[in-house]
């Protein structure tokens, strides 16, 4: 029950063990076309280009802000969490000129402050997290990608803990290029990124393509007018060749995570976006109920929650790591703390994908209980957490 890695269907595991295509094989093609247009789907948008990266969900981050920054580009990244500061260590070594913004962690931005900041300074590219896990607050995007539209800067976001458990609405916000992750609420495991992004990012990775004439070299082969893109491996621009119907060769294909993406991609589109949104709100409410009864309080500002992230404040003389501990080995059951200021100060449970389900919740509302009153923890109403939730179930 951490937000992320988290439990992977065995629909996903089974897939997993078909046998092993070669990259070209017009029987692994065929599932690289159906991914992409299942990828479209779930990124709510009709991008050509909607494909995954092989390797983490960060490898999807780097591949989009190194195809998309050129060295020197003015780059604004407005930060509530951790995940904010990866992006600006990345734009930094993707040669940027970074322009940041900040809130306390907690709380997110008002669109309007983020449409400000842009107009103020200008940027070239707006990258932000849409799900901060470290704070488990959800950053609302409308009007975002209007403004990046005035002064034709890119809006970058990155969705890797909300596709597929929150509404990431790719061309209704406006947003350029959109990074996914499998290990969340996808319930794949890690080891893919699936990205999507539009024919404006299209246009600027075009602009810096080497142009294979062959007789080329260094940087003759790229547009003068433009700076080549600092990476092979992650260059969209070739990655979208051997995405497209020329297939042009680039790396080997992880074909295993692919076959498990597509089936979690299935998975997924069987039960409908708006089904699965509504399940993890669903169960949210009923975890959330659960922690009140326990007499917990919830850490950060609850109007604007991540409902697949819930993030409970570590009772004063508590050891949050012991009880972390005997939560995973007396129950099986993991939940996770957090980064940086947050460490020590809360815990996090997910509730994300295939573990995002009624019987997760029960058993660790219960468990937790039982964990705390070993911990001389003093609780308003012991056997009520679990209650509380059976209440929110029967209500909704
Ligand atoms: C998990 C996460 C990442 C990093 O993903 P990896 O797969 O570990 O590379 C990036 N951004 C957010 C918001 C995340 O939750």
Same mark, same amino acid.
């Given at each position: 029950m951490t937000p992320g890695p988290v439990e992977v269907d065995p629909r996903v595991l089974r897939a997993m063990s078909y046998p092993v295509l070669g990259q070209f094989d017009p029987e692994f093609t065929g599932l690289m076309n159906e991914t992409m247009e299942m990828l479209r789907e779930v990124f709510m948008t009709g991008n050509q280009w909607a494909y995954p990266v092989d390797g983490t969900s960060r490898s999807g981050i780097e591949a989009v802000l190194v195809s998309l920054i050129e060295p020197g580009d003015k780059v604004l990244v407005p930060i509530y969490g951790r995940f904010g500061h990866l992006l600006v260590e990345i734009a930094r070594r993707c040669g940027a000129e970074v322009v940041t913004i900040e809130k306390e962690w907690g709380t997110v931005f008002a669109a309007e402050e983020i449409v400000s900041a842009i107009r103020a300074h200008q940027p070239r590219l707006v990258a932000v997290v849409h799900g901060e896990t470290s704070t488990g607050r959800l950053q609302p995007l409308e009007g975002i990608g209007d403004a990046c539209r005035e002064i034709d800067a890119l809006l970058v976001v990155d969705a890797v803990a909300t596709i &597929? &458990?929150? @509404?990431? =609405?790719t061309d209704e916000w406006g947003i350029d290029a959109v990074i996914g992750g499998?290990? @969340? *609420?996808?319930?794949? #495991? !890690? &080891?893919l990124a699936p990205v999507t992004y539009n024919g404006r990012a299209e246009a600027k990775l075009l602009k810096r @393509? %080497?142009?294979? %004439?062959?007789?080329l070299t260094g940087d003759e =082969?790229? +547009? #003068?007018?433009h700076r080549p893109i600092l990476s092979n491996y992650l260059d969209l621009s070739q990655l979208q060749d051997y995405w !497209?119907? =020329? %297939?042009?060769?680039?790396h080997t294909e992880a074909t295993t995570m692919l076959y498990a993406l597509r089936e979690g991609l299935r998975l997924v589109l069987q039960e409908g976006l708006e089904a699965r949104f509504a399940r993890h709100r669903r169960q949210e409410a009923a975890l959330v109920a659960g922690l009140e009864a326990m007499g917990l309080a919830l850490y950060g +500002?609850?109007? *604007? @929650?991540?409902?697949v992230v819930t993030c409970i404040e570590i009772p004063e003389g508590v050891d949050g790591e012991s009880v972390r501990s005997m939560l995973l080995d007396e129950f099986g059951i993991e939940i996770a703390s957090s980064f940086g200021p947050l460490k020590g100060r809360i815990w996090r449970i997910g509730t994300m994908?295939? !573990? *995002?389900?009624k019987r997760n919740v029960l058993l660790t509302l219960g468990a937790l209980e039982a964990v705390l009153l070993r911990h001389r923890c003093k609780l308003p =109403? #012991?056997?009520a957490a679990v209650q509380a939730a059976l209440d929110a179930y029967r209500t909704d």
């Open positions: &597929g &458990g929150v @509404k990431v =609405a499998t290990q @969340k *609420c996808l319930s794949v #495991p !890690s &080891g @393509k %080497r142009i294979e %004439r062959g007789l =082969a790229y +547009d #003068p007018a !497209s119907p =020329a %297939r042009l060769n680039h +500002d609850p109007s *604007c @929650k991540m409902p994908g295939y !573990s *995002c389900s =109403a #012991p056997g």
